[in-house]
């Protein structure tokens, strides 16, 4: 017989099909894991690939931002 201790230590059990979970990806409701979520626009996210090239492009622009201050 398992202890209720034990059984909260468990990894995920076999049983446990993750494969049919529904994820939001894009909606009011979606939860935020790394921090601030920011949308983008179609034509804009069509340019980006990713978070990182977004983050690298607008690290470029606040340089040059600075340069001429």
């Known amino acids: 017989m398992k202890t209720l ?3 909260m230590n ?3 059990r076999n049983e446990y099909d993750l494969t ?5 990806k894009m909606d009011s409701g979606r939860k ?3 921090g601030i979520d920011i949308h983008l626009e179609t034509d804009v996210a069509k340019i980006f690939p990713d978070s990182k090239s977004v983050n690298e492009a607008l690290r ?3 340089r040059i931002n ?4």
């Open 32 to 34: 935020s894991f790394n």
């Open 5 to 7: 201790d034990n059984e």
């Open 66 to 69: 600075q340069q001429n201050i």
């Open 60 to 62: 470029f622009l606040i």
């Open 20 to 24: 049919k979970l529904r994820i939001r």
């Open 10 to 12: 468990d990894e995920i």
